[in-house]
């Protein structure tokens, strides 16, 4: 079985899920920087499909691009969040999160 990437991004300004949050994915290799993917969160925060499915998920290194000040009209310090990660085994689930205000961030590998 084939692993898969997503993602869930969650306003903590707000105390509610990032509806409407543009999210870009690229494939890094090489120096080269290939746009893979892009979505946008649903009400609950998440994207509709994963960002990567089993048939195209492989060891490498990913960017998820967050384009927060997008989704905060603007307002705030911080405008695109870049998240970069190594893909090792790439039969399991790799979830990416985001925590995000106006002003700051958390991330980490979730289940």
């Known amino acids: 079985m084939s692993g898969y990437l997503t993602t869930h991004v969650l306003d903590t300004a707000r105390g509610r899920p990032a509806r ?16 893979v993917k892009t979505l946008t969160t649903n009400a609950d925060g998440r994207t509709d499909e994963p960002l990567l499915e089993p048939e195209r998920f492989g060891r490498g290194t990913y960017e998820i691009v967050f384009h927060v000040g997008e989704y905060f009209g603007g307002a705030g310090f911080l405008d695109e969040v870049p998240v970069r990660f190594s893909v090792e085994e790439p039969e399991e689930h790799y979830h990416v999160p985001l925590l995000v205000s106006p002003y700051s961030y958390t991330t980490y590998r979730g289940s």
Request: glycine residues 18%; hydrophobic residues 45%; charged residues 30%.
């Open 20 to 35: 409407g949050l543009r999210v870009e994915l690229f494939r890094l290799a090489g120096g080269a920087r290939e746009h």
